[in-house]
């Protein structure tokens, strides 16, 4: 009796939904591939699709921090700010005051892992709530870039800066290095959060922190990790953004502050924690990044493109939202 | 009766005079607690009787100011949750404590995970998701719970089998004591039955449980002794068998003295 009680086995289009939250988002970019292929002949070139993978490079990797904190039921709007920050220290660094440019990289991603630790210390030790501590982070963050920019570009930054932005051939298509540095780091941290302890436990912490809590998970570790972490990350996107730009701009980050979101939200991570997979977060930003490239083929106007990524991210969420009514 | 000197060999854990003061009010008050090997002992009490003053300082959620505590014959000084753990003692708590998302497996090794041997264990720190597995299928079958895969997310299974999942991890890794707060609270008349047979497997597998319930049908039920607990201090250790429901709340509540009961309703 007891047996048979606990051994009911689940309704089967509850555990099916997981699986139509991966495989969901990767279906939408090549029904929007196949859609634009259909409308551009340019569209599918490999020159063409390299260029996204290009332009997709900086959000993508900002991504995948942005994915760690927001499978700990938080989420970072300062990531684009603190990039931009980053960028700027290590340009004007290596171009003005002539600090090795090695040395140079270390202190901007230095200074973005920092401001991962601020948000993290005032998460975990003030237990405010990481919207309000990355708005304002977010905010500081972007009036020491233009303080300390002087609002001005930082331009003749030593090449060997810029090396990520080479490219290299295979069967006749350019590919940029950094995008390779993007498809590593996503391996990487797809490899962490699946195989290892420390990224069960951001499942874990993101899922229930109460819960995780009381079987023994050093919770506080785990989120101030998940920050500082993803603040290092920011550091090499910075570095990407630099290569790609060829230019330390203190205006960047903004576009990438919010598509890094969107990015994550449409590869099925809930913004409720706990769920989604990294790779996700690249599809995610591949699906940005494929609309702004089909619609600027297609001849529409920049502003639709913003439109159309508001209504994408609307319907990402509500299917997060609609599938975690259905579960329970 | 049991002789007495039959019982110091048995006793799993013993506390003396615990004392615990929040601000003015004195929650434990010169608690005393015993608990026999491979029994289930019941802790009753009104609100603010120190039952969960009590069970928080066994679980080490709570440092007393004074007393003492001996576990397997040796003093203990529990100062976070996770020195009873490292003891062996347990803890299921009446709210679910499992992440839904996650595996049956996982659950059941949360912050206990196994990495695997050689290299891919040491330098890329790699679970060893299959051993887990097999392992949590083989805790789940000694409990005699039926579910089948262990890789089906815990938010998929009913309160009942969730909260099966929380005993069997409880019972996978305590070596002493397994210490159940009100573990029915949260479910409904069947699955609080199948609970509490999974409470009485983990009581002959040889563990101790120590078991707050507000449910007297419940504790009537499945308990060898009922400690209870009044004004901060034990009123007294009742015997289920030797008395009722009511006198038990009675001395409970303080309308009875444990002095005017039959001795044979004490334990």
């Known amino acids: 009796m007891l047996r048979e009680e606990i051994s009911r086995p689940a309704d089967n289009w509850r555990e099916r939904l997981p699986a139509v939250g991966t495989v969901g988002p990767l279906l939408a970019l090549l029904v929007a591939s196949a859609f634009f292929s259909a409308q551009s002949d340019r569209f599918l070139t490999g020159e063409n699709l390299s260029l996204v993978l290009q332009q997709v490079m900086v959000v993508g990797v900002i991504a995948i921090g942005q994915t760690l904190i927001i499978l700990t039921a938080g989420v970072d709007l300062s990531c684009g700010m603190v990039m931009a920050l980053g960028g700027i220290v290590m340009t004007k660094l290596a171009a003005e005051l002539g600090l090795p440019v090695p040395v140079a990289i270390a202190c901007g991603i230095g200074v973005t892992t920092m401001f991962g630790l601020i948000n993290g210390a005032l998460v975990t030790a003030v237990k405010l709530p990481p919207f309000i501590v990355t708005l304002g982070t977010m905010n500081i963050a972007f009036a020491i870039t233009q303080l300390y920019s002087d609002s001005q570009t930082v331009t003749e930054i030593p090449e060997s800066m810029t090396a990520l932005g080479a490219t290299f051939e295979i069967g006749g298509t350019s590919i940029v290095y950094g995008v390779v540095l993007m498809l590593v780091l996503y391996l990487a941290a797809w490899f962490g959060l699946r195989e290892t302890a420390s990224g069960r436990h951001v499942y874990a912490v993101g899922n229930d922190p109460e819960a995780a809590r009381l079987t023994g998970i050093a919770t506080q570790r785990v989120l101030l990790g998940v920050y500082v972490i993803a603040g290092a990350l920011y550091g090499v996107a910075a570095l990407l953004s630099v290569a790609r730009t060829g230019v330390g701009d203190p205006n960047a980050g903004q576009t990438e502050n919010l598509d890094a979101i969107t990015a994550v939200v449409l590869g099925g991570t809930s913004l409720f924690g706990g769920r989604g997979v990294v790779l996700g977060s690249l599809v995610g930003a591949l699906i940005v990044g494929v609309f702004r490239n089909g619609l600027t083929l297609m001849g529409v106007s920049s502003v639709y493109q913003v439109l159309v990524t508001g209504v994408l991210v609307i319907l990402a969420v509500a299917t997060d939202q609609l599938s975690r009514r259905g579960a329970r | ?267």
């Open chain 2, 1 to 267: 009766m049991t002789a007495p000197e039959m019982i110091p060999t048995s006793i799993v854990m013993k506390a003396t005079a615990l004392v615990k003061r929040y601000g003015h009010v004195t929650a434990l008050d010169g608690m005393d607690f015993e608990l026999r090997a491979a029994e289930i002992l019941a802790v009753i009490g009104d609100n603010g009787a120190g039952k969960s003053s009590l069970i928080r300082a066994l679980s080490g959620a709570a440092i007393p100011d004074s007393g003492e505590i001996v576990l397997d014959g040796r003093t203990v000084h529990f100062r976070r949750p996770i020195d009873a753990r490292h003891a062996g003692i347990e803890t299921v708590y009446q709210e679910l404590a499992v992440a839904p998302a996650m595996s049956i497996a996982e659950n059941l090794f949360l912050g206990r995970e196994i990495r695997r041997a050689g290299f891919a264990g040491s330098a890329l720190r790699m679970l060893d998701k299959k051993r887990m597995a097999l392992e949590s299928a083989g805790h789940m079958r000694e409990l005699k719970i039926g579910i089948g895969a262990m890789t089906q997310a815990v938010e998929t299974l009913s309160g009942g089998q969730r909260q099966g999942v929380a005993v069997a991890r409880s019972a996978a890794f305590a070596r002493h004591v397994v210490i159940m707060d009100e573990p029915t609270a949260s479910l409904g008349v069947k699955e609080g039955m199948m609970v509490l047979e999974l409470i009485r497997r983990v009581r002959d597998k040889g563990l101790s449980v120590v078991l707050v319930s507000h449910n007297m049908p419940h504790v009537f039920e499945i308990a060898d002794r009922i400690h209870v607990a009044r004004l901060g201090r034990r009123a007294a250790v009742l015997n289920p068998k030797a008395i009722s429901m009511s006198d038990a709340v009675a001395v409970m509540t303080g309308a009875m003295r444990a002095e005017e009961l039959p001795p044979e309703a004490l334990s």
